[in-house]
Protein backbone atom coordinates (compact mmCIF):
# COMPACT_ATOMS: atom_id res chain seq x y z
CA UNK A 1 0.00 0.00 0.00
CA UNK A 2 3.02 2.30 0.30
CA UNK A 3 3.64 3.99 -3.04
CA UNK A 4 4.53 7.07 -4.03
CA UNK A 5 4.00 8.60 -7.57
CA UNK A 6 7.11 10.25 -9.70
CA UNK A 7 4.57 13.28 -8.89
CA UNK A 8 4.84 12.90 -5.08
CA UNK A 9 8.73 12.43 -4.84
CA UNK A 10 8.75 15.47 -6.49
CA UNK A 11 6.62 17.47 -3.87
CA UNK A 12 8.69 15.30 -1.20
CA UNK A 13 11.40 16.74 -2.62
CA UNK A 14 10.42 20.68 -3.38
CA UNK A 15 8.92 20.25 0.41
CA UNK A 16 12.58 19.66 1.51
CA UNK A 17 14.20 21.72 -0.56
CA UNK A 18 11.88 24.80 0.49
CA UNK A 19 12.08 24.12 4.04
CA UNK A 20 15.68 23.79 4.11
CA UNK A 21 16.50 26.75 1.96
CA UNK A 22 13.85 28.97 4.50
CA UNK A 23 15.71 27.64 7.09
CA UNK A 24 19.17 28.60 6.10
CA UNK A 25 18.08 32.37 5.09
CA UNK A 26 15.91 32.52 7.88
CA UNK A 27 18.75 32.25 10.29
CA UNK A 28 21.84 34.89 9.89
CA UNK A 29 18.48 37.46 9.94
CA UNK A 30 16.99 35.34 13.21
CA UNK A 31 20.03 35.84 14.97
CA UNK A 32 20.84 39.39 14.40
CA UNK A 33 16.65 39.94 15.59
CA UNK A 34 17.23 37.99 18.41
CA UNK A 35 20.36 39.70 19.05
CA UNK A 36 18.74 42.90 19.18
CA UNK A 37 15.64 41.72 21.34
CA UNK A 38 17.62 40.04 23.74
CA UNK A 39 20.18 42.84 24.00
CA UNK A 40 19.48 46.57 23.15
CA UNK A 41 16.77 48.86 24.89
CA UNK A 42 15.67 51.07 21.87
CA UNK A 43 12.26 53.22 20.89
CA UNK A 44 9.52 50.78 19.22
CA UNK A 45 11.28 48.06 20.39
CA UNK A 46 7.70 46.49 21.58
CA UNK A 47 6.33 47.25 18.36
CA UNK A 48 9.40 45.29 16.38
CA UNK A 49 8.77 42.55 19.24
CA UNK A 50 5.13 42.04 17.78
CA UNK A 51 5.68 42.31 14.28
CA UNK A 52 8.11 39.62 14.81
CA UNK A 53 5.44 37.58 16.66
CA UNK A 54 2.35 38.27 13.78
CA UNK A 55 2.57 35.38 11.12
CA UNK A 56 2.77 33.28 14.76
CA UNK A 57 -1.22 34.77 15.64
CA UNK A 58 -2.51 35.70 12.20
CA UNK A 59 -4.05 33.17 9.88
CA UNK A 60 -1.53 31.78 7.53
CA UNK A 61 -3.89 32.95 4.72
CA UNK A 62 -4.01 36.47 5.69
CA UNK A 63 0.12 36.16 5.83
CA UNK A 64 -0.25 34.52 2.23
CA UNK A 65 -2.29 37.38 1.02
CA UNK A 66 -0.11 40.14 2.74
CA UNK A 67 2.79 38.55 0.76
CA UNK A 68 0.96 38.44 -1.79
CA UNK A 69 0.24 42.28 -2.58
CA UNK A 70 3.96 42.84 -1.26
CA UNK A 71 6.12 40.33 -3.21
CA UNK A 72 3.76 39.43 -6.27
CA UNK A 73 4.98 40.16 -9.48
CA UNK A 74 3.31 43.70 -9.66
CA UNK A 75 3.11 44.56 -6.47
CA UNK A 76 5.78 47.25 -5.35
CA UNK A 77 8.60 45.15 -3.58
CA UNK A 78 8.13 42.16 -5.91
CA UNK A 79 8.57 44.39 -9.03
CA UNK A 80 11.57 46.13 -7.05
CA UNK A 81 13.22 43.26 -7.15
CA UNK A 82 12.34 41.42 -10.36
CA UNK A 83 13.32 44.54 -12.34
CA UNK A 84 16.47 45.25 -10.12
CA UNK A 85 17.93 41.80 -9.18
CA UNK A 86 16.04 39.63 -11.07
CA UNK A 87 14.27 37.78 -7.86
CA UNK A 88 10.90 36.54 -8.57
CA UNK A 89 8.78 35.05 -6.07
CA UNK A 90 5.29 34.49 -7.09
CA UNK A 91 4.55 31.19 -8.44
CA UNK A 92 7.90 30.24 -7.63
CA UNK A 93 9.63 27.46 -5.52
CA UNK A 94 10.97 30.27 -4.24
CA UNK A 95 8.41 32.14 -3.41
CA UNK A 96 7.01 28.92 -0.61
CA UNK A 97 10.49 29.54 0.46
CA UNK A 98 9.82 33.20 1.61
CA UNK A 99 6.35 32.04 2.77
CA UNK A 100 7.74 29.44 4.86
CA UNK A 101 10.64 31.54 6.43
CA UNK A 102 8.49 34.25 7.38
CA UNK A 103 6.02 31.62 9.30
CA UNK A 104 8.32 30.07 10.64
CA UNK A 105 10.56 33.49 11.81
CA UNK A 106 9.21 33.70 15.11
CA UNK A 107 9.54 30.29 16.14
CA UNK A 108 12.99 30.63 15.40
CA UNK A 109 13.61 34.14 16.87
CA UNK A 110 12.13 32.72 20.33
CA UNK A 111 14.34 30.15 20.50
CA UNK A 112 17.58 31.53 19.96
CA UNK A 113 16.60 34.99 21.40
CA UNK A 114 16.24 33.01 24.70
CA UNK A 115 19.03 31.08 24.70
CA UNK A 116 21.25 34.45 24.30
CA UNK A 117 19.59 36.09 27.22
CA UNK A 118 20.31 32.80 28.97
CA UNK A 119 24.10 33.62 28.62
CA UNK A 120 25.97 34.73 31.21
CA UNK A 121 27.50 38.53 30.40
CA UNK A 122 30.19 38.59 33.18
CA UNK A 123 32.05 35.56 30.27
CA UNK A 124 31.61 38.89 27.61
CA UNK A 125 33.38 40.86 30.23
CA UNK A 126 35.86 38.18 30.70
CA UNK A 127 36.24 38.30 26.73
CA UNK A 128 36.36 41.77 26.16
CA UNK A 129 39.27 42.27 29.10
CA UNK A 130 41.10 39.57 26.99
CA UNK A 131 41.35 41.84 23.83
CA UNK A 132 38.11 41.01 22.36
CA UNK A 133 36.08 43.72 20.06
CA UNK A 134 32.40 43.41 19.73
CA UNK A 135 32.31 41.61 16.73
CA UNK A 136 35.10 38.87 17.75
CA UNK A 137 33.39 38.49 21.27
CA UNK A 138 30.10 38.06 19.45
CA UNK A 139 31.66 35.22 17.42
CA UNK A 140 33.80 33.54 19.84
CA UNK A 141 32.06 33.63 23.21
CA UNK A 142 27.91 34.78 22.16
CA UNK A 143 27.55 32.74 19.68
CA UNK A 144 28.77 29.80 20.63
CA UNK A 145 27.23 29.98 24.18
CA UNK A 146 24.15 30.29 22.32
CA UNK A 147 24.28 27.81 19.90
CA UNK A 148 22.11 24.82 21.62
CA UNK A 149 19.54 27.42 21.26
CA UNK A 150 20.37 28.21 17.65
CA UNK A 151 19.70 24.18 16.83
CA UNK A 152 16.48 24.33 18.49
CA UNK A 153 15.46 27.12 16.47
CA UNK A 154 16.69 26.01 13.51
CA UNK A 155 14.84 22.77 13.84
CA UNK A 156 11.47 24.44 14.65
CA UNK A 157 11.71 26.42 11.47
CA UNK A 158 12.21 23.85 9.36
CA UNK A 159 9.61 21.58 10.52
CA UNK A 160 7.47 24.45 10.82
CA UNK A 161 8.10 25.10 7.24
CA UNK A 162 7.71 21.37 6.33
CA UNK A 163 3.86 21.82 7.60
CA UNK A 164 3.22 25.28 5.66
CA UNK A 165 0.05 25.26 3.84
CA UNK A 166 -1.99 28.15 4.58
CA UNK A 167 0.56 31.47 3.73
CA UNK A 168 1.89 28.91 1.09
CA UNK A 169 -1.05 28.37 -1.08
CA UNK A 170 -2.78 31.70 -1.05
CA UNK A 171 0.95 33.26 -2.01
CA UNK A 172 2.20 30.57 -4.67
CA UNK A 173 -0.64 28.34 -5.60
CA UNK A 174 0.04 24.57 -6.02
CA UNK A 175 1.40 24.22 -8.98
CA UNK A 176 2.71 20.51 -9.17
CA UNK A 177 6.49 20.63 -9.78
CA UNK A 178 7.02 24.61 -8.74
CA UNK A 179 4.53 25.47 -5.62
CA UNK A 180 3.21 22.42 -4.37
CA UNK A 181 4.85 20.95 -1.28
CA UNK A 182 4.07 17.47 0.82
CA UNK A 183 0.93 19.27 2.70
CA UNK A 184 -0.32 20.89 -0.86
CA UNK A 185 -0.20 17.28 -2.43
CA UNK A 186 -1.89 15.63 0.22
CA UNK A 187 -4.46 18.33 0.32
CA UNK A 188 -4.95 17.91 -3.66
CA UNK A 189 -5.19 13.92 -2.98
CA UNK A 190 -7.95 14.12 -0.41
CA UNK A 191 -10.16 16.21 -2.70
CA UNK A 192 -9.95 13.53 -5.88
CA UNK A 193 -11.86 9.92 -5.20
CA UNK A 194 -9.82 7.62 -4.10
CA UNK A 195 -6.28 9.79 -3.59
CA UNK A 196 -6.84 8.41 0.29
CA UNK A 197 -4.26 6.05 -0.39
CA UNK A 198 -1.72 7.87 -2.18
CA UNK A 199 -2.03 10.65 0.74
CA UNK A 200 -1.38 8.24 3.38
CA UNK A 201 2.25 7.25 1.41
CA UNK A 202 2.70 11.14 1.23
CA UNK A 203 1.47 11.37 5.15
CA UNK A 204 3.64 8.19 6.26
CA UNK A 205 6.48 10.11 4.49
CA UNK A 206 5.52 13.97 6.46
CA UNK A 207 5.61 12.08 9.80
CA UNK A 208 9.47 10.23 8.80
CA UNK A 209 10.98 13.40 7.76
CA UNK A 210 9.35 15.44 10.72
CA UNK A 211 10.72 12.15 13.32
CA UNK A 212 13.77 12.19 11.79
CA UNK A 213 14.34 16.02 11.94
CA UNK A 214 13.20 16.01 15.50
CA UNK A 215 15.42 13.17 16.43
CA UNK A 216 18.65 14.77 14.94
CA UNK A 217 18.19 18.24 16.50
CA UNK A 218 17.82 16.65 20.08
CA UNK A 219 21.08 14.70 19.62
CA UNK A 220 22.77 17.83 17.91
CA UNK A 221 21.39 19.92 20.98
CA UNK A 222 22.31 17.51 23.49
CA UNK A 223 25.98 17.51 22.08
CA UNK A 224 26.05 21.16 22.27
CA UNK A 225 24.89 21.22 25.59
CA UNK A 226 27.15 18.91 26.94
CA UNK A 227 30.45 20.51 25.13
CA UNK A 228 29.45 23.80 27.10
CA UNK A 229 29.04 21.81 30.48
CA UNK A 230 32.61 20.10 29.92
CA UNK A 231 31.87 16.42 29.02
CA UNK B 1 53.02 52.89 37.42
CA UNK B 2 48.63 53.46 37.50
CA UNK B 3 47.38 56.77 38.70
CA UNK B 4 43.37 56.39 39.87
CA UNK B 5 41.22 59.08 40.59
CA UNK B 6 37.88 58.56 40.20
CA UNK B 7 34.50 59.08 41.72
CA UNK B 8 31.14 56.86 41.19
CA UNK B 9 27.39 56.75 42.50
CA UNK B 10 26.57 53.33 43.52
CA UNK B 11 23.29 53.20 44.77
CA UNK B 12 23.31 54.11 47.93
CA UNK B 13 26.95 55.42 48.71
CA UNK B 14 29.26 57.39 46.40
CA UNK B 15 33.06 56.11 45.68
CA UNK B 16 35.30 58.53 46.02
CA UNK B 17 38.91 57.13 45.32
CA UNK B 18 42.18 58.33 44.94
CA UNK B 19 45.54 56.27 44.99
CA UNK B 20 48.88 55.21 43.03
CA UNK B 21 50.51 51.98 42.56
CA UNK B 22 53.96 50.75 41.26
CA UNK B 23 55.24 47.26 40.96
CA UNK B 24 54.75 44.78 43.23
CA UNK B 25 51.42 43.77 44.56
CA UNK B 26 49.09 46.64 45.68
CA UNK B 27 46.10 44.91 47.62
CA UNK B 28 43.03 46.84 47.84
CA UNK B 29 42.01 45.71 51.49
CA UNK B 30 38.55 46.28 53.31
CA UNK B 31 34.93 44.85 53.82
CA UNK B 32 32.83 43.51 51.35
CA UNK B 33 30.30 46.44 50.01
CA UNK B 34 33.51 48.99 50.53
CA UNK B 35 33.23 49.15 46.79
CA UNK B 36 37.11 46.69 46.05
CA UNK B 37 35.42 45.61 43.07
CA UNK B 38 33.94 48.19 41.55
CA UNK B 39 37.35 50.03 41.56
CA UNK B 40 38.85 47.39 39.81
CA UNK B 41 36.15 47.27 36.94
CA UNK B 42 36.57 50.75 36.63
CA UNK B 43 40.25 50.25 35.83
CA UNK B 44 39.58 47.38 33.56
CA UNK B 45 36.81 49.48 31.81
CA UNK B 46 34.12 47.33 32.71
CA UNK B 47 32.34 50.38 34.76
CA UNK B 48 32.48 53.60 33.39
CA UNK B 49 32.81 56.40 36.73
CA UNK B 50 31.40 59.13 37.01
CA UNK B 51 34.73 61.54 36.89
CA UNK B 52 37.60 61.38 37.46
CA UNK B 53 40.79 60.30 35.85
CA UNK B 54 42.74 56.82 35.55
CA UNK B 55 46.39 56.56 34.38
CA UNK B 56 48.19 53.36 33.66
CA UNK B 57 52.28 54.05 32.30
CA UNK B 58 51.50 57.36 30.88
CA UNK B 59 48.29 56.07 28.64
CA UNK B 60 45.00 58.44 29.86
CA UNK B 61 43.12 54.87 30.00
CA UNK B 62 39.56 57.23 31.17
CA UNK B 63 39.54 61.16 31.88
CA UNK B 64 35.72 62.40 32.80
CA UNK B 65 36.22 66.00 31.42
CA UNK B 66 38.74 65.38 28.40
CA UNK B 67 35.85 62.72 27.23
CA UNK B 68 38.37 59.97 26.82
CA UNK B 69 37.31 56.58 28.02
CA UNK B 70 39.81 53.36 26.09
CA UNK B 71 37.23 50.78 25.70
CA UNK B 72 38.14 47.58 27.79
CA UNK B 73 39.12 45.26 24.89
CA UNK B 74 42.08 47.94 24.44
CA UNK B 75 43.56 48.30 27.54
CA UNK B 76 45.60 45.43 27.34
CA UNK B 77 45.05 44.69 31.46
CA UNK B 78 44.74 41.12 32.40
CA UNK B 79 41.43 40.36 35.15
CA UNK B 80 41.15 37.02 37.69
CA UNK B 81 37.32 37.00 38.33
CA UNK B 82 36.50 35.69 41.48
CA UNK B 83 34.40 32.62 40.12
CA UNK B 84 37.19 32.41 37.49
CA UNK B 85 35.24 32.76 34.49
CA UNK B 86 36.69 30.31 31.50
CA UNK B 87 35.00 29.66 28.74
CA UNK B 88 32.57 26.77 29.32
CA UNK B 89 32.90 25.66 25.33
CA UNK B 90 36.51 26.08 25.20
CA UNK B 91 39.36 23.45 26.27
CA UNK B 92 41.68 24.90 28.64
CA UNK B 93 44.40 25.00 26.36
CA UNK B 94 42.01 27.45 24.08
CA UNK B 95 40.87 29.26 27.22
CA UNK B 96 45.09 30.10 27.70
CA UNK B 97 45.31 31.15 23.83
CA UNK B 98 42.50 33.39 23.63
CA UNK B 99 43.53 36.62 24.61
CA UNK B 100 46.29 35.89 22.48
CA UNK B 101 44.36 35.45 19.58
CA UNK B 102 42.48 38.64 20.45
CA UNK B 103 45.29 40.27 20.80
CA UNK B 104 46.68 38.80 16.98
CA UNK B 105 49.88 37.40 18.29
CA UNK B 106 52.08 34.84 17.25
CA UNK B 107 52.27 31.67 19.34
CA UNK B 108 54.64 31.99 21.40
CA UNK B 109 55.78 28.17 22.83
CA UNK B 110 57.91 29.48 25.73
CA UNK B 111 56.01 31.60 27.04
CA UNK B 112 53.23 29.26 26.97
CA UNK B 113 55.17 26.90 28.46
CA UNK B 114 56.77 28.90 31.32
CA UNK B 115 53.15 29.85 31.93
CA UNK B 116 51.67 26.28 32.58
CA UNK B 117 54.94 25.68 34.67
CA UNK B 118 54.33 28.85 37.00
CA UNK B 119 50.74 27.55 37.28
CA UNK B 120 51.15 23.89 37.34
CA UNK B 121 48.64 23.67 34.37
CA UNK B 122 50.08 21.71 31.90
CA UNK B 123 48.26 18.18 32.32
CA UNK B 124 44.88 20.04 32.12
CA UNK B 125 45.31 21.64 29.26
CA UNK B 126 43.08 19.38 27.42
CA UNK B 127 39.85 19.29 29.51
CA UNK B 128 37.25 21.29 30.17
CA UNK B 129 36.28 23.82 32.73
CA UNK B 130 33.62 22.20 33.51
CA UNK B 131 35.91 19.73 34.81
CA UNK B 132 38.18 21.05 36.58
CA UNK B 133 38.09 21.51 40.50
CA UNK B 134 38.01 25.27 41.71
CA UNK B 135 41.54 25.47 42.41
CA UNK B 136 42.16 24.57 39.31
CA UNK B 137 40.16 26.81 37.86
CA UNK B 138 41.50 29.77 39.67
CA UNK B 139 44.79 28.53 38.44
CA UNK B 140 44.02 28.85 34.78
CA UNK B 141 42.56 31.85 35.34
CA UNK B 142 45.42 33.11 36.39
CA UNK B 143 47.33 31.67 33.29
CA UNK B 144 44.83 33.05 30.75
CA UNK B 145 45.24 36.21 32.57
CA UNK B 146 48.89 36.82 31.85
CA UNK B 147 49.26 35.23 28.24
CA UNK B 148 47.43 37.71 27.48
CA UNK B 149 50.81 39.67 28.47
CA UNK B 150 49.26 41.82 30.27
CA UNK B 151 50.57 45.49 31.38
CA UNK B 152 49.00 45.34 34.83
CA UNK B 153 47.31 42.28 36.47
CA UNK B 154 43.54 42.80 38.79
CA UNK B 155 42.85 39.62 40.69
CA UNK B 156 39.68 40.30 42.46
CA UNK B 157 39.19 38.18 45.62
CA UNK B 158 40.92 34.93 43.55
CA UNK B 159 41.11 32.85 46.24
CA UNK B 160 37.22 33.49 47.87
CA UNK B 161 35.93 30.43 46.23
CA UNK B 162 38.37 28.24 47.43
CA UNK B 163 38.29 26.31 51.16
CA UNK B 164 41.08 27.10 53.61
CA UNK B 165 42.92 24.09 52.43
CA UNK B 166 42.80 25.07 48.88
CA UNK B 167 43.87 28.63 49.92
CA UNK B 168 47.09 27.05 50.77
CA UNK B 169 47.96 25.57 48.36
CA UNK B 170 47.58 28.37 45.56
CA UNK B 171 48.80 31.35 47.87
CA UNK B 172 52.10 30.07 46.66
CA UNK B 173 51.74 30.57 43.00
CA UNK B 174 50.74 34.18 43.59
CA UNK B 175 53.65 34.50 45.59
CA UNK B 176 55.37 33.49 42.46
CA UNK B 177 53.80 35.66 40.18
CA UNK B 178 54.21 38.64 41.87
CA UNK B 179 58.27 37.78 42.64
CA UNK B 180 58.69 36.00 38.94
CA UNK B 181 55.93 37.18 36.26
CA UNK B 182 57.13 41.42 36.88
CA UNK B 183 53.52 42.14 35.80
CA UNK B 184 52.22 44.58 38.50
CA UNK B 185 49.79 43.22 40.82
CA UNK B 186 46.19 44.92 41.86
CA UNK B 187 44.72 42.20 44.25
CA UNK B 188 41.23 42.74 45.79
CA UNK B 189 40.70 41.09 49.47
CA UNK B 190 39.18 40.94 52.85
CA UNK B 191 41.09 38.27 54.47
CA UNK B 192 44.16 39.45 56.69
CA UNK B 193 46.12 36.34 56.22
CA UNK B 194 46.17 36.53 52.81
CA UNK B 195 46.96 40.04 52.42
CA UNK B 196 49.47 39.69 54.67
CA UNK B 197 51.35 37.39 52.40
CA UNK B 198 50.66 39.06 48.68
CA UNK B 199 51.12 42.72 49.82
CA UNK B 200 54.00 44.71 49.03
CA UNK B 201 51.26 47.66 49.61
CA UNK B 202 48.04 48.04 51.11
CA UNK B 203 45.60 50.39 50.43
CA UNK B 204 42.94 50.13 52.84
CA UNK B 205 39.32 50.98 51.63
CA UNK B 206 35.93 51.50 53.30
CA UNK B 207 32.93 52.91 52.36
CA UNK B 208 34.19 54.13 48.87
CA UNK B 209 36.97 56.12 50.51
CA UNK B 210 40.33 55.29 50.70
CA UNK B 211 40.99 55.07 54.72
CA UNK B 212 45.11 54.82 54.58
CA UNK B 213 48.06 53.97 52.37
CA UNK B 214 51.17 51.66 53.43
CA UNK B 215 52.68 48.81 54.57
CA UNK B 216 51.24 45.14 55.46
CA UNK B 217 51.34 46.78 58.77
CA UNK B 218 47.93 48.39 58.40
CA UNK B 219 46.84 45.33 58.94
CA UNK B 220 47.23 45.39 62.39
CA UNK B 221 45.85 49.05 63.21
Redesign the interface.
Known amino acids: MFELSPQDWTAVALSLRVAAVSTVVALPFGIAIATLLARKDFWGKSLVDAVVLLPLVLPPVVTGYLLLITFGRRAPVGAFLADHFGIVFSFRWTGAALACGIMAFPLMVRAIRLSIEAIDR??E?????????RP??FL??TL??A?PGIITGMMLAFARALGEFGATITFVSNIPGETQTISAAIYTLTQVPGGDAAALSLVIVAVIISLAALIASEWLARRATA????? | MLAVDIEKKLGTFTLNTQFTSESGATVLFGPSGAGKTSVINMI???LKPDRGRIVLDDEVLFDGAARIEV?????????V?Q?G?L???LSVKHNLD??R???GHAANAAAFAHVAELLDIGPLLD?????LSGGERQRVAVG??LL?RPRLLLLDEPLASLDAARKQDILPYFERLRDEAKVPMIYVSHDAAEVRRIASRVVRLDGGKVMATGGVELLTS
Open positions: RLDAAATLGANWLTVPLLRLHGS | AGLPAWRRRIGYFERFPHYGWMGRRPGKRAM
